[in-house]
Every structure is written in structure tokens, then in C-alpha cells.
């Protein structure tokens, strides 16, 4: 039974480069989250997916950030230009319903 | 922003012994989940507790919730070195969103 899948694990690259992570739910899972995890601010929501809309992005830091789901099945984390601030863990959660989310094991983003 | 809020920051115990965490969080809820998170990897749910209940009990894990006091705790009894992890309460901050703690690192020494 496969997980939340993340791709890629890591990334470096420089800053100003365009950024993207990609994320492929449960299946059946009507919800997606977006995630960035530091040491400074925890585990932060950037954005909610329902039925592959856009419910909530207030998390979203910058317009430098964008946030797609072109199906049930794939989504994707743009960021474009980065910047060193942007470094951090980057997860995708997928749930069915709201008692628990399904979390994948994260993109480790660093922008040089 | 975080709820919720867990207490110790750290913890070190021999194996065999039991390790309590809690949780402080600010608004009332409707349910208080705990996760685990390994070194490297994503966080996995442990287990839910609802407002309406006060102790809920998953294998070694016994989780309590005070709403009086806004607070819940867990306790994983008879600790393995394969509960050296983070562990995060999560409170719903709305009907989809969860509001994440800064968590309590459990380190089990053998």
C-alpha cells in the first residue's frame, strides 16, 4: 500500500534558480497539504487542497511561491526565484477524511 | 501560528522506561491528535483523541485529555530504542487545518 510519494528527496541549488516539488497522494485521498518545516517557525501549512482546488493558501509566504494540482493524483511546490530563506523540509500530507493525515518523507530544499 | 505546545523539549530515558509528554494548546478544539516523526522522515499519526473523551489507550501509547485545562499528555509505556523520534501534538484549528506543535525529541538510550 504506497504512502504520500515526494520527489526529489533533496535539492541544491543556487539562489534564483527555479525550484519544483512534486507530490503524489494516497489514492482516494480527497485532500493534499503542502508543508515547510524549520527549526525556527515548526511545521508550517502553506496550502490546502480539496477535491484538487485550492481552499486555503493564506500559508503561502511570497508570490514567489505557487502551488498546482492538476489532478488527483499529482501536485506540485514551485518556487521561483529562490532564495537561501526558503532552505527547510518541505512536506506533502494526503488525507481522506479529518481524523489524521498521511504525511510523505519530505523534500530536504537547499538554496545556496 | 502553533496551538499547540509540548512540554519537555527533550527527553532522555533508559529503555524499558516509560516517557510522558504533554500538551498545552489555547482555543477550544474538537479533537487533539499526537504524531511521531524519525530522523529523516515524515510524520506518522499515532492516534486521536475527541474533546468528548478523556483517555484513549493504542498498544504502549495511553493518551489523556484534560479540556478544562486545555491539555493533553502521552505516555508510551515500556520504551524501545524504536521510539527515539520527535512527537508533535496537533490540534484542528478548523475543520481541515491542523495547528502543529514544536514537538518533544524522545531519545531512548539501550
Known amino acids: 500500500d504506497a504512502g504520500v510519494i515526494q520527489s526529489p528527496r533533496h535539492e541544491v541549488t543556487e539562489m534564483g534558480q527555479e525550484v519544483t516539488l512534486r507530490c503524489k497522494p494516497i489514492?482516494?485521498?480527497?485532500?493534499l497539504f503542502w508543508y515547510r518545516q524549520t527549526m525556527m517557525r515548526g511545521l508550517e501549512l502553506l496550502i490546502y487542497f480539496n477535491n484538487n482546488v485550492p481552499i486555503d493558501d493564506s500559508g503561502m509566504p511570497e508570490d514567489r511561491f505557487s502551488a498546482k494540482m492538476p489532478n488527483a493524483s499529482f501536485s506540485t511546490l514551485k518556487i521561483q526565484p529562490s532564495e537561501p530563506r526558503d532552505s527547510a523540509v518541505y512536506f506533502c500530507?494526503?488525507?481522506?477524511?479529518?481524523?489524521?493525515?498521511?504525511f510523505g518523507d519530505g523534500t530536504r530544499l537547499s538554496i545556496l | 501560528s502553533q496551538q499547540g505546545e509540548e512540554d519537555p523539549q527533550a527527553l532522555s530515558i533508559q529503555e524499558g522506561e516509560n516517557a510522558t509528554m504533554n500538551c498545552s494548546y489555547k482555543t477550544s478544539i474538537n479533537n487533539l491528535q499526537w504524531y511521531r516523526q524519525n530522523s529523516g522522515r515524515g510524520l506518522v499519526h499515532l492516534i486521536l483523541?475527541?474533546?468528548?473523551?478523556r483517555e484513549k489507550h493504542s498498544g504502549r501509547l495511553r493518551v489523556t485529555l484534560d479540556t478544562s485545562k486545555k491539555s493533553s499528555s502521552l505516555l508510551i509505556t515500556a520504551s524501545r530504542a524504536a521510539d527515539t523520534a520527535s512527537y508533535f501534538c496537533a490540534t484542528d484549528a478548523s475543520d481541515y487545518k491542523l495547528s502543529f506543535g514544536a514537538g518533544t525529541t524522545v531519545t531512548v538510550r539501550a
Open positions: 500530507a494526503s488525507s481522506g477524511d479529518i481524523s489524521s493525515q498521511h
Open positions: 489514492s482516494g485521498h480527497n485532500s
Open positions: 483523541i475527541r474533546s468528548n473523551e
